[in-house]
């Protein structure tokens, strides 16, 4: 299991007329802490994409428990269960001081740069072996 | 079934540097497929609002199949197939010229200002009645 | 001068907990008319950028009057005063049903792939020879 | 003067087709900056919102010199230069490492909940009269 905790706080741009976290901003959120997980994990996805690669979205998920709040702080824990071969699953939850406020996933596949299915780099290969021997 | 289709052109905004839509962005895209829906059923979803309902989007779902592009005519098409009942799911494809660009669906309920699971308005639970009779 | 005239309706995503639409929102809105304008005079930015343009904003202003609401059909005109030479400059104006909302500029230069400054393409500097003359 | 610096990492939902960040995108920075400002100044918007004050935005603008890239990390600089009297004026500066990538400033002034504009809160005018005497 790959695991990473990223810290988020509510801006006021993400909140909505309903006064509470407009729901499709929880999607960047997810991004943040999957930005993080690659980083920790030796491969920034900056990086990555300079070396030619992309990393699409190819399915998005989430579940609203319980609404964010503007200035919330936010704990967004995004954690790679199975070992990927052609897809990448992550699965997220949103916490804010313990309580469970989303949960989510997506789904990803390393791409060229015309958008190709292409394998991932070795060293990535590497890498995820070694995580769920 | 009660469906629609609307239309929306791709903003610069709402591309990344993938150079394509970024997922996250459809779903202000489902929304206004949404609005749309409701409007057309008798039901303007600001006149909701002010009549004191809510109906917060409790689940929602995406898969990208091909990426959109800076100033794409779309259609997104917004379907209800089943009769809602505590729930409602409307489910989305968006198209481009006759292309299956992305699907999607959301889950809602009807609530209260505070937030509270409440029963929709007479008036939508008989146009549902009539409509999946 | 220039104009044109773009219609946008106000999606619930461009709301926030003040129940009207966050002002950072505008700027899109007047992307959106730019490039509805730029189309007109036959130089649709896809095509530019395709051509190896990029026409980067580097400045951009708003005064925001009155409040713009969720569902609120909106014309946003945007205007070219006088004739581009190395800066394009382009007004804005956001009407509901004859009210103005808030004004707005932006202010461009043509770049190539690289960001480095360049000539627009002869065939627009004709095009606003001929507007301006 | 009062002044504070808020650390933004620039997420890939900022960034656009142009390979950098939408300039739209900077104005919720200016807000996170503002949002730390005013708590740092013991008047946490929440609370002020809470306490029926809204603050709306009645001006912005930005200029933009060199482009601000995914994953970057910036500091936005904010600084109030003057008393605020009916309006509050914040300066913005945005930097990377040191190199100035973005300039703006924001006009506000205190309204009550129906937006018509009221005196800022007697303790908001003691802690200005302190910093600005």
């Not at 943040?32 to 690659?38: F, H, I, S």
């Not at 920034?44 to 399915?59: A, K, M, S, W």
């Not at 702080?73 to 313990?98: Q, S």
Request: aromatic residues 12%.
């Amino acid at each position: 299991m790959i695991q990473t905790r990223a810290q988020v706080t509510v801006r006021y741009a993400e909140t909505d007329m309903m006064g509470i976290v407009y729901h499709g901003n929880y999607l960047p959120w997810f991004e943040v802490a999957r930005t993080q997980l690659l980083k920790e994990q030796g491969f920034p996805y900056r990086q990555l994409e300079t070396d030619g690669y992309r990393i699409p979205v190819l399915e998005v998920g989430a579940r609203f428990l319980r609404p964010a709040l503007y200035d919330d702080l936010l704990i967004v824990v995004a954690t790679i269960r199975e070992k990927p071969l052609l897809r990448i699953r992550i699965d997220y939850e949103v916490f804010r001081e313990g309580e469970l406020l989303a949960t989510g996933h997506s789904a990803h596949a390393f791409c060229d740069k015309t958008g190709q299915p292409t394998r991932p780099p070795a060293a990535f290969v590497a890498k995820m072996k070694e995580a769920f021997k």
